[in-house]
């Protein structure tokens, strides 16, 4: 007995059926492997493009403080650090030079100023929403400063959420600053920006810039 057409249509139809099913299975599966193999690779470029743009704004929030503290639309800072002098001959001016890779890192949130999401600069003991600066005066042992003349500034910039849980901060000093370069959310820990800079008070010159690093050679 012949077979009706319209089973035979409908026997073609199921068969066409299952097999986009089967096809549409491997689609998925081979999207998969795929999503798993590259998923990596999008975290960390997502991760690199965040903490790079947070050092960026962390070095922009350096230098928005570096020129309030020169106009004096915030205070100097109080503190201040002795350290040796270089056993180099000539003191290093770059962002992390030995003077504040030296200095010891805060402990609390007191004494340090804020720099806050809207770009205002709060004195210390303040409450941050984006970042905390540590601000110290470098002075050199047997140094001879001419208060009057200006100072050697030195500035750490810590992230807002730093200070959370027990761990300790860290610096250059021991090895721990935050890499532009990361797999992860960054070290909270670390500081974004190392940096130091001379503050000039009147009329500088040559041999107070010399008396506060120690003498010039």
Known sequence: MNSHPLQKLSSVKSSESGFTI?????AILV????????????VMSTATRVQA??????????KSFIDAIKSK???????????AASTTRTVSSSTSDYLISGAAVPTATTGLY???????IA?????????????????????NPDQGQGY??????????????SAPLTSSSTGKKAATFTGALGDRKAPLVEMTTEIVR????????????????
């Open 53 to 62: 743009r947070r050092v960026e704004l962390a070095t922009e929030a350096a």
């Open 31 to 42: 999207a998969t492997i795929l999503l798993a193999a590259i998923a990596p690779i999008l």
């Open 152 to 165: 050697r500034l030195g500035i750490r910039v810590y992230r807002s959420d730093a200070f959370i849980g």
């Open 22 to 26: 089967i096809e549409s299975l491997v």
């Open 114 to 120: 804020c720099f806050n999401k809207n770009s205002s």
């Open 202 to 217: 009147g009329q500088s010159s040559y041999s107070s810039l010399c008396g506060r690093l120690g003498g010039c050679r």
């Open 123 to 143: 004195n210390p003991d303040c409450t941050s929403d984006l970042f905390y600066i540590q601000a110290i005066r470098l002075a050199v042992s047997g140094s």
């Open 73 to 83: 639309t915030v205070s100097d800072p109080t503190i201040t650090t002795t350290l």
